[in-house]
């Protein structure tokens, strides 16, 4: 490959942060439509097209929020997410926490500066600093340099490697609408009482307000075992450790367990870790700190030890179904506990087992819990494939990452027309 390193400063045409809201403006979040409002432990290292938060135009105003367009490459700054990327399908505003990086496409390829900083990330987070916490800062990503062959070599790379990532993107799509489905199904049968058989169920008082005749309140103790971390000094990653240490990092979004790396240990520190309880298929696990409250569940065939700063909480047969109690832990019912019991200051600025055990929850009968997980429990199987499909995707771009970007394999011969392939 011919070219040499550039500093991404003299390829892209800004390199700048976003900006901080002013939460004190209560129409900063849009509750419909808005502008995708992007924080970086969205980022898996490939494209974003939606977003958890949208920000108001109000908001907007009010606030230092950048706007960038599509196709501009993010960059974590700070903590546990220093170093993952992105890449805009959509014109957003980003956080105090990214850096946002608008290619010049007369120089190079925005596509190619994203696969490069993907294979050369090691040495840039290299250069982060703080003891506590690894932070990056613009000046650092300004004068970071990334080989750079000719653009149309450029193209041809970003042309074999994006049809990896397309591949994962509509991999992607694929989850969403199947977490949404199921989380549709949750809301309209526990959470608007609109179940098989309603009709005939009157609604009567709880402690949670009026919910069908023949439900039951229960602590989440009553129903589920809840079980601590070990607290103890973490122990050393084995390169050829026979167990897998659960990590935060492997919390993704919405319920899903991101084993895409994987922290292993010894055997001797995996039976240390796995005292306590072996987190298997159907069991939740809930953060403690960072993302508070943030939860996966494991999938089929997966066992792993739980890592420091989470608790697993595990449903009993005949009381509570691996699906209803996961998406109870992702609906409006937890979302109410957590302002209920922020409201009387309790724990959720640092959600743990003894917060986690007293989390009130709706209990349906029997039946209707055993059909709900008969209609749902499927959608969530398919999503645990998706996942490991989408990994085993990313693994095979990522082998070939290495060797294009460090023009091992020579794409000149190739039969691409490297201007179709620029979305």
């Keep these: ?19 901080t809201p002013s939460r004190k403006n209560r129409g900063f979040f849009a509750s419909e439509g808005g502008h995708l409002w992007v924080k970086s432990q969205e980022f898996n290292d490939g494209f974003i097209w939606e977003t958890g938060e949208h920000i108001s135009d109000a ?44 290619v010049d496409p007369m120089v190079a390829d925005y596509l190619y500066v994203f696969y490069a900083l993907l294979e050369t990330r090691g040495a840039l987070t290299a250069q982060a600093t703080g003891a506590a916490q690894q932070n990056l800062n613009q000046d650092l990503i300004r004068n970071f340099e990334i080989p750079l062959p000719p653009l149309e070599t450029q193209r041809r790379i970003a042309g074999v490697l994006s049809v990896y990532d397309d ?11 199947l977490e949404e489905m199921t989380q549709a199904i949750y809301r309209e049968w526990f959470v608007e009482f609109r179940f098989p058989g309603h009709g005939d169920v009157p609604l009567v008082n709880s402690e949670l307000g009026p919910e069908p005749a023949g439900w039951t ?49 010894s055997p001797d520190d995996y039976r ?14 809930i953060t403690n700190v960072g993302r508070v409250g943030a939860v996966a569940q494991v999938p089929v065939g997966v066992n792993a030890a739980l890592g420091r700063n989470m608790t697993a909480v595990r449903p009993r ?80 771009r990522d082998f070939l990452l290495r060797r294009l970007v460090s023009g091992q394999v020579d794409v000149s011969g190739l039969d691409i027309d490297p201007s179709g392939l620029v979305a």
């Design 167 to 177: 591949l994962i993107e509509n991999n992607t799509r694929r989850l969403q609408i």
């Design 317 to 396: 047969p005949g009381l509570m179904t691996p699906t209803y109690l996961l998406e109870y832990l992702l609906s409006p019912h937890m979302a109410a506990e957590k302002a209920r019991k922020g409201d009387i200051g309790t724990i959720m600025d640092a959600l743990n087992v003894k917060g986690i055990i007293r989390l009130n929850v709706p209990v349906p009968p029997e039946g209707l819990l055993r059909k709900f997980e008969s209609v749902t429990r499927p959608m969530r199987r398919l999503v645990e494939v998706l996942v490991i499909e989408a990994g085993n995707l990313r693994r095979t």
């Design 59 to 102: 908001g907007l105003a009010a606030s230092s929020a950048k706007y960038y367009p599509p196709h501009t490459v993010l960059v974590a700054m700070y903590g546990a997410t220093v170093g993952k990327l992105a890449i805009l399908r959509a014109a957003a505003t980003v956080n105090q926490a990214i850096c946002a990086l608008r």
């Design 272 to 285: 240390l870790w796995t005292s306590r309880i072996e987190v298997g298929e159907g069991d939740c696990v």
């Design 217 to 265: 309140v229960a602590r989440m103790y009553e129903v589920c075992d809840v079980i601590d971390c070990l607290h103890s000094k973490k122990p050393l990653e084995r390169e050829e450790g026979s167990g897998t240490l659960l990590q935060l990092s492997n919390i993704a979004e919405r319920g899903v367990l991101d084993l895409s790396t994987r922290y292993l240990v």
């Design 1 to 19: 490959m011919t070219g040499t390193a550039r500093a991404l400063r003299d390829i892209c045409e800004q390199v700048s942060s976003g900006g």
